[in-house]
């Protein structure tokens, strides 16, 4: 893989500069009374390209963009796409949240460095990264706000969000135990008395403390079931999905019951709970067909909204390496081929970091004005 090739960034650097400085060095001497920007070097300029290399790394976005803006030889080595490539990838599996809007085009990361020199890296970064996409992303054209308030009009007091996945029971912290337990984070504003089917009502709780949303948890299997295959590593055969006969060459193919049928009818959006710890080895394939049964079109719009909670029992600061990336959890699951707006977002289970992410982005995805 050459996607973190640093290599290939300084070589091309070192060439780009040596062929630059020869090119300003004879326009001077043929124009020696005219005044060029570039006709004298700076310090940063003059240093080797592998230094000047290394002091880039260290810059953010925002600085590398802003240092681009300072002359013509800095506007060229900014625009580099190895240098953007470089930085596209050495930062994608650090990014704690992608979504529908922002997931970058792998493919052109697996195409050789030789093969594709005219990609736009640097706006594939802008575009992609937490941090520069809001912004870099345009203001919503006025019928997008307009569409939204008529959405808000249309939705129920309480929208209501069907929960599953292997996160909610592989893990040693149980992610929904510690949301009904952590007032500070999720105040638990009630639990309704009604039924969706024989399924129960679920638990709401308290956004900002002042948007009420309802989780109805969807298990695999009964409790006892569940705990007991946690402590011996094994897998469950979910009783929520039936697995079809004719099943597709790449992977199983999967139903819902007809109980979950109306669960699914019922809700306005879905939390699908991933396990991210690298060392559990998670089946995404299963996972990708039984993500897409519970997304049907025949059970609702594709319109509603998916939050992909990529979810470890704990993370010790500044620890690496020890969770899937949700850049690589989006394509393992191909969420790109979903017709739902999703969102993947890296959460904690101990400490309920980065749910509160999620679930806002959830909730504006349900038209509600945060």
């Known amino acids: 893989?050459?996607?973190?090739?640093?290599?290939?960034?300084?070589?091309?650097?070192?060439?780009?500069?040596?062929?630059?400085?020869?090119?300003?060095?004879?326009?001077?001497?043929?124009?020696?009374?005219?005044?060029?920007?570039?006709?004298?070097?700076?310090?940063?300029?003059?240093?080797?390209?592998d230094i000047q290399f290394h002091i880039m790394t260290f810059l953010s976005p925002e600085d590398l963009c802003r240092l681009g803006g300072t002359?013509?030889?800095w506007r060229s080595v900014v625009r580099?796409?190895?240098?953007?490539?470089?930085?596209?990838?050495?930062?994608?599996?650090?990014?704690?949240?992608?979504?529908?809007?922002?997931?970058?085009?792998?493919?052109?990361?697996?195409?050789?460095?030789?093969?594709?020199?005219?990609?736009?890296?640097?706006?594939?970064?802008?575009?992609?990264?937490?941090?520069?996409?809001?912004?870099?992303?345009?203001?919503?054209?006025?019928?997008?706000?307009v569409a939204s308030f008529l959405q808000s009009l249309l939705l129920s007091a309480e929208p209501r969000f069907a929960m599953f996945g292997p996160g909610l029971e592989q893990l040693e912290v149980s992610l929904m135990t510690k949301l009904m337990h952590s007032p500070h984070v999720l105040p638990v504003a009630g639990i309704p008395?009604?039924?969706?089917?024989?399924?129960?009502?679920?638990?709401?709780?308290?956004?900002?403390?002042?948007?009420?949303?309802?989780?109805?948890?969807?298990?695999?299997?009964?409790?006892?079931?569940?705990?007991?295959?946690?402590?011996?590593?094994?897998?469950?055969?979910?009783?929520?999905?039936?697995?079809q006969e004719d099943g597709q060459a790449d992977g199983p193919a999967y139903s819902i019951v007809p109980?979950?049928?109306?669960?699914?009818?019922?809700?306005?959006?879905?939390?699908?709970?991933?396990?991210?710890?690298?060392?559990?080895?998670?089946?995404?394939?299963?996972?990708?067909?039984?993500l897409q049964a519970m997304l049907d079109s025949a059970w609702g719009p594709s319109s509603r909204p998916l939050l992909v909670l990529s979810c470890v029992s704990r993370e010790e600061p500044g620890s690496t390496g020890t969770r899937t990336p949700c850049v690589v959890l989006a394509r393992q699951l191909n969420l790109q081929n979903l017709q739902n707006p999703w969102m993947v977002q890296d959460i904690v289970a101990e400490s309920l970091m980065g749910v509160l992410d999620g679930v806002g982005w959830l909730l504006g995805g349900c038209g509600v004005r945060l």
């Open 259 to 290: 109980q979950i049928q109306e669960v699914c009818r019922a809700v306005d959006g879905f939390i699908y709970v991933a396990n991210a710890e690298i060392q559990r080895g998670a089946r995404r394939e299963e996972e990708e067909s039984q």
């Open 193 to 243: 008395q009604r039924q969706i089917d024989g399924v129960g009502s679920g638990i709401s709780f308290m956004f900002n403390n002042q948007h009420r949303f309802n989780i109805l948890t969807l298990y695999s299997t009964n409790r006892s079931e569940r705990e007991r295959a946690r402590v011996n590593q094994q897998s469950l055969r979910s009783k929520l999905f039936v697995q």
């Open 1 to 49: 893989m050459e996607w973190g090739n640093d290599s290939a960034v300084r070589r091309s650097l070192r060439q780009f500069r040596d062929k630059y400085f020869i090119n300003s060095r004879n326009a001077a001497s043929k124009n020696a009374e005219g005044e060029d920007e570039d006709a004298s070097f700076g310090l940063l300029e003059s240093l080797p390209a």
């Open 80 to 145: 580099d796409p190895l240098l953007w490539r470089y930085f596209l990838f050495r930062d994608m599996i650090l990014w704690p949240s992608i979504d529908h809007t922002s997931m970058p085009h792998l493919g052109a990361l697996d195409t050789p460095l030789h093969e594709d020199r005219d990609q736009d890296f640097m706006a594939e970064y802008l575009r992609s990264c937490p941090a520069c996409r809001r912004r870099w992303r345009p203001p919503r054209p006025a019928y997008g706000a």
């Open 71 to 73: 002359c013509r030889y």
